[in-house]
DNA sequence: GCCGATTTTGACAACGGTTTTCATTTTGCC
DNA sequence: GGCAAAATGAAAACCGTTGTCAAAATCGGC
């Protein structure tokens, strides 16, 4: 599960915000790539597993991958447009969600934060339109 | 989409956490309701976008709903086991996300913040089997 | 290098939740 | 009742994802 993973997580990183596996898939080919879509699929969840990359599910439920700079637990900032992606660190936010479970007594807790918005590009591309 | 919708509110206001549309509908036949897949869908549609039911994606990409006794913004404190689900306020997260998002320079900013963890019943439940 | 064992791969089928289709039924109105 | 508009639901289509399984690549031992 090393070379096919490898060319993935390259192609990851060379993208700017999440991508999809068909989206993924679709582009390595492009690029001559002789790969299969189950074996995308594979790589992105091996990739996944081992907190190589981050993924994340659209509003129409579509799992979405990025390869982030930072290894440490963060959250996004999504341009809805674009896909332009901020990495952004949240420590108020790690307080308030373990504060909220331990309020109600809940254990092993975890949570999902994502902030989806306009990015300044995509604004003012719209405005001059 | 009145009648069928009033219905599927209906089971939602007495259900203690989220469910799944195929979930519901199993229920309303159980409870002899003459009513189709396809209308549990339309009404749960229906019944989000008028606001009056949450939904949330579990992590294998269901949808599922709830009718929450706050009309107003809130989150969820989710037991991943039972369901069993609270309505939090985060004010300080709603700050958060707005400083976020205008940090960058992002605009029409939205969220989603949600919280999981076992909750009391099931943690003791765990414990003593 | 050679060869068998193990792992990886990918075309294709299957799956499951959701949406679309479309003919039938129910509803609202006169 | 009669009629148009809206709602309904069975079945098909959709689509992202996962399972299957035989072929291909890789790994060790020799
Ligand atoms: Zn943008
Ligand atoms: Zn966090
Ligand atoms: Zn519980
Ligand atoms: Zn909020």
Redesign the interface.
Known sequence: MSKSSDAVHAILRQSEGFRSAQDIFTKMRADGAKIGLTTVYRALQSLSDDGRVDML?TDD?E?VYRACESDVHHHH?V??RCGHT?E?A?P??ER??EA??AE?????????????????DC?SAAGSR
Do not use: I
Not at 104 to 120: D, I, K, N, Q, S
């Open positions: 599910r439920g799992s900032l341009c809805r901020v952004v949240g108020d936010v308030w969600a909220v479970g109600y007594g809940f254990t092993e807790v975890t949570h999902t934060v994502e902030v989806f918005g306009t990015c300044p604004a």
